[in-house]
């Protein structure tokens, strides 16, 4: 039984064109954080929200943005795709217990 | 600001042998939580072991075992009978109160038949 999903399992996008990553999770946990992991690298945190409350990374480029409309459903755009930004996009969800984090399978995301 | 180091980028153990991964990290706090995980190579993060900061107690869930100490700062992971399916990356992690998490580097795990 999948709690955190991510779809697709695969995105090809080309350089410049917006995309969207999906992550939906049955936990009814209230905080997501959306990671970026690049080869051999450990995650690095974009932003998470605390339910609806937006928490950006300092150093989370412009390009990146999110959506969360409800507690189920949270989104990761990329306004225009560079080649750098192919890696592997992790989505996790918690609750503020120490019970730790929740991992969907990624999305791996391929720019052309 | 917390920090986790991971010393070993890879590692190899023979099948059904035992192997510690080692972990430190750095934090003024003292209440926190301590993670390993595992991503395989079809790369969904998986927890392993949790252990709280305030238990004395070394967590233990199977196979895997670890060794907190909480003055050295120190929080490896022991696998023990080594199986071919424990081949992965895995991540050390901190976490403290307010729900932040710190990842170490991650240590490459081969399990060589």
């Known amino acids: 039984d999948a709690m955190v999903i991510q779809n697709p399992r695969y995105q090809v996008t080309q350089f410049g064109k917006p995309v969207t990553l999906s992550c939906s999770q049955t936990l009814n946990h209230n905080v997501m954080y959306w990671y970026q992991q690049k080869s051999s690298q450990a995650p690095k945190l974009l932003f998470h929200?605390?339910?609806?409350?937006?928490?950006n990374e300092a150093d989370t480029p412009d390009n990146f943005q999110s959506r969360r409309p409800n507690t189920s459903f949270c989104f990761l755009d990329i306004r225009s795709p560079g080649l750098g930004d192919a890696a592997m996009y992790l989505c996790?969800?918690?609750?503020?217990?120490?019970?730790?984090?929740?991992f969907g399978s990624g999305t791996r995301l391929t720019v052309v | 600001a917390q920090t986790v180091t991971q010393s070993q980028p890879e590692m190899s153990v023979q099948e059904a042998e035992t192997v510690t991964l080692s972990c430190t990290y750095d934090?003024?706090?003292?209440?926190?939580?301590l993670f390993w995980y595992k991503q395989p190579p079809s790369r969904q993060m998986i927890l392993v072991i949790r252990q709280e900061a305030y238990k004395q107690q070394n967590a233990t869930e199977n196979r895997f075992s670890v060794n907190f100490q909480k003055a050295a700062k120190s929080f490896s992971l022991k696998i023990s009978d080594s199986q071919l399916g424990d081949t992965a990356m895995y991540f050390c992690?901190?976490?403290?109160?307010?729900?932040?998490?710190?990842f170490g580097t991650g240590t490459s795990l081969t399990v060589i038949p």
């Open positions: 996790a969800t918690s609750i503020p217990d120490g019970s730790g984090y929740t």
């Open positions: 992690a901190f976490m403290n109160t307010g729900n932040q998490f710190y």
């Open positions: 934090t003024s706090e003292s209440n926190y939580y």
């Open positions: 929200y605390y339910d609806k409350d937006f928490n």
